[in-house]
């Protein structure tokens, strides 16, 4: 445990050094917020497929209880359950297109996570950072629970709890708990709790703050205690649910699964839940009573409860959905959080767009309509009014909207065209649109993988720390 102990040390200091200029000291939120001793409780695991390159390199790492697919290398790094996925990693001879530039792509992509801390985090996609294309970097980081890095190389940064940096490449940043950032380069910052941010430079420019007195019921986080609220509870609650999956080695499906959609076999599917074809059910999703129409998605640590997605529906990761119906093609982005009651149902009208890091939790019936742009914390109709827009209304703006706590600047035409592209390629991606020939994605690609399992040292100096693994075909 000596080993494992210093190495914490090691990844604790080299990310302050790197924040030394926010002042910043990351050792009270970090030091006990995973006893080391968890570390040697749960294995690590990786699946191989004939779709996704084999090449995995493990140095000096603790993996407890995390996942790996495709081109991975981690060295010096401490992970806890997090699920690294390099299945949409860029490959030599791709060409990269980036503004008026097409870059050639001379060697397979990989994602190198080296010196960093990741609790409960997911790894996503591809590196969109045009200067370093064949290597989607994690350096001298640490994320607590529930933050994703979604194709964004990162370098000498904190993520708070449920925090998400998306398509950003960032340097030197804190990201507070439950923001959200999507903004092309970003150094140096410390972005506070509950920031909304999507910016694509010199097109538009979307700002939104959670009033923090709300966003603490939910979640909040600090020094020298781990993360509390109702979003932590929410998963606690569910979690023994998750210990007979990772415990039990044949498990019996309890749903039929239709031979082209994919559910996958670290997730969580209780009884009255419906499959339909070219859906997508990734790792860690549980779903209770939930019906999935054609193309739908839950990805990654997903919750859906008692609601009805009727298809072509986009969950991203972290995103929780309890007694709603919701209608065709609808995006919800990550970590948000939509409840209604069983007397109090949650609508949502086709092809709305749900901003990552929303709150609606609603004690009364609440009906959005189709089409809107919704954020923010909602709690009621008087709160969905300030926080939403018709889609057709923000293609109109051309120069600025500020409407409660939303500071929005540019094109709104731009930001419904990237935002509904976007949307489209998560589909396509997913494998929503195969017509049993072409457009196979994710749902027929990940429906056979071989699950293999690594363990790391019992006991001794080196307790908990993994052997140096190379995995390679």
Same mark, same amino acid.
């Given at each position: ?106 060697? #397979?992509?990989? !994602?190198?996570?080296?010196? $960093?801390?990741?609790?409960?985090? %997911?790894?996503?996609? /591809?590196?969109? *950072?045009? +200067? ?83 966003? #603490?019921?939910? !979640?909040?986080?600090?020094? $020298?205690?781990?993360?509390?609220? %109702?979003?932590?509870? /929410?998963?606690? *609650?569910? +979690? ?97 959080? %939509? ?135």
């Amino acid at each position: 445990m000596k080993e494992l102990e210093k190495l914490l040390d090691r990844i604790i200091q080299r990310i302050n050094i790197n924040l030394r200029e926010l002042d910043y000291d990351i050792a009270p939120f970090i030091k006990n917020l995973v006893p080391l001793n968890r570390m040697v409780k749960f294995y690590a695991f990786y699946g191989i497929t004939p779709n996704h390159p084999l090449d995995l390199v493990f140095r000096h790492s603790s993996l407890a209880g995390s996942y790996f697919l495709g081109k991975i290398r981690t060295r010096n790094s401490i992970l806890y359950k997090s699920d690294i996925r390099g299945d949409e990693l860029k490959q030599q001879g791709d060409v990269f297109r980036y503004q008026k530039f097409e870059i050639p792509i001379t060697r #397979d992509e990989g !994602i190198d996570i080296e010196d $960093s801390f990741l609790i409960k985090t %997911l790894v996503h996609n /591809f590196s969109h *950072d045009p +200067e370093t294309l064949e290597k989607f970097f994690i350096r001298d980081t640490v994320t607590a629970q529930g933050a994703n890095i979604h194709g964004s190389p990162s370098d000498g940064c904190f993520l708070g709890p449920l925090a998400t940096v998306d398509l950003t490449t960032m340097r030197d940043c804190v990201i507070g708990t439950y923001s959200y950032v999507q903004a092309g380069e970003i150094g140096h910052l410390n972005i506070g709790p509950g920031t909304i941010w999507v910016r694509s430079p010199g097109v538009f420019n979307f700002l939104y703050h959670h009033p923090l007195d709300k966003l #603490d019921h939910y !979640i909040n986080f600090h020094a $020298s205690r781990p993360p509390q609220g %109702l979003f932590i509870d /929410f998963v606690e *609650d569910r +979690e023994e649910a998750f210990q007979r999956v990772f415990d039990v080695v044949n498990l019996d499906t309890p749903v039929t699964v239709p031979p082209n959609a994919s559910l996958d076999r670290y997730a969580v599917i209780k009884p009255k839940t419906r499959i339909s074809e070219n859906v997508l059910i990734s790792q860690r999703a549980y779903l209770q009573n939930a019906w999935m129409g054609k193309g739908a998605n839950a990805q990654e640590d997903c919750y859906i409860i008692n609601s009805r997605l009727e298809g072509f529906n986009v969950t991203a990761h972290g995103a929780k959905i309890i007694e709603a119906d919701m209608g065709k093609n609808i995006f919800v982005g990550f970590n948000s959080f %939509l409840r209604g009651r069983a007397d109090s149902r949650l609508t949502i009208g086709e092809e709305s767009i749900v901003m990552p890091h929303t709150i609606i939790d609603i004690k009364k019936p609440l009906t959005i309509p189709a089409g809107q742009l919704v954020w923010g914390t909602i709690t009621n109709k008087q709160e969905l009014e300030a926080n939403s827009i018709a889609l057709k209304d923000l293609s109109k703006i051309d120069d600025g909207l500020i409407k409660g706590n939303l500071s929005f600047e540019g094109s709104g035409a731009g930001f419904v065209t990237a935002f509904r592209d976007r949307i489209h390629h998560i589909l396509e991606a997913n494998g929503a649109f195969f017509d049993g020939k072409k457009n196979r994605g994710h749902a027929q690609k990940n429906q056979n993988i071989s699950f293999n399992t690594i363990q790391p040292y019992p006991d001794g100096e080196l307790q908990g720390l993994y052997p140096a693994i190379v995995i390679q075909p």
